[in-house]
T-cell receptor, first 112, second 113 residues
Framework: GQQVMQIPQYQHVQEGEDFTTYCNSSTTLSNIQWYKQRPGGHPVFLIQLVKSGEVKKQKRLTFQFGEAKKNSSLHITATQTTDVGTYFC????????????FGKGTKLTVNP | NAGVTQTPKFQVLKTGQSMTLQCAQDMNHEYMSWYRQDPGMGLRLIHYSVGAGITDQGEVPNGYNVSRSTTEDFPLRLLSAAPSQTSVYFCASSRAESTDTQYFGPGTRLTVL
């Protein structure tokens, strides 16, 4: 079945350092979504990418969707303590079922 | 709008007991789903529904039943609880199944002894 691999599983950074998490699919995706889950909370939608090669920015966050629509990345510039949490990617296979498959997430901790 | 609500927030069961986790949304969303979250495993899809009267299995459906009699409600039933079902359960909804944002409920933390 469709798999979405996400690396790294954990990332610890000093405040002010950059952070990147990567998402790779075994099959072509119709879209990819990114979610953030704060400790003890629930996943909250951040953004969706649909087009091949698409790049979107939200303040210090940059999201990319690969040309082949099989990989994606989330980059945070100059991390802050408020960035702490687990970041998940989720995608659906092109022409596939309605199921949304989540990566296992990258847990980010930030040392002040 | 309350969004997606889940009850209870916490639950402790004994092995073999049954219970229903409630999920409701007031956004008139067609698509609803249940996930379980375990450490290091991310979010795994249990069951989902693309509309009232229609349900389908996800990645880990065994031991769980669902029904969707109304657009608003999507309860998850544990038939005979097992310690392996100790987890945090999230319900989510979206307008449509293919491209829309998933709105998650606050979760139910379930412990099976």
């Amino acid at each position: 079945g469709q798999q979405v691999m996400q690396i790294p599983q954990y990332q610890h950074v000093q405040e002010g350092e950059d952070f990147t998490t990567y998402c790779n699919s075994s099959t072509t995706l119709s879209n990819i979504q990114w979610y953030k889950q704060r400790p003890g909370g629930h996943p909250v939608f951040l953004i969706q990418l649909v087009k091949s090669g698409e790049v979107k920015k939200q303040k210090r966050l940059t999201f990319q969707f690969g040309e082949a629509k099989k990989n994606s990345s989330l980059h945070i510039t100059a991390t802050q303590t408020t960035d702490v949490g687990t970041y998940f990617c989720a995608g659906r296979t092109q022409g596939g079922s309605e199921k949304l498959v989540f990566g296992k997430g990258t847990k980010l901790t930030v040392n002040p | 709008n309350a969004g997606v609500t889940q009850t209870p927030k916490f639950q402790v069961l004994k092995t073999g007991q049954s219970m229903t986790l409630q999920c409701a949304q007031d956004m008139n969303h067609e698509y609803m789903s249940w996930y379980r979250q375990d450490p290091g495993m991310g979010l795994r899809l249990i069951h989902y529904s693309v509309g009232a009267g229609i349900t389908d299995q996800g990645e880990v459906p065994n031991g769980y039943n669902v029904s969707r009699s109304t657009t608003e409600d999507f309860p998850l039933r544990l038939l005979s609880a097992a310690p392996s079902q100790t987890s945090v359960y999230f319900c989510a909804s979206s307008r449509a199944e293919s491209t829309d944002t998933q709105y998650f409920g606050p979760g139910t933390r379930l412990t099976v002894l």
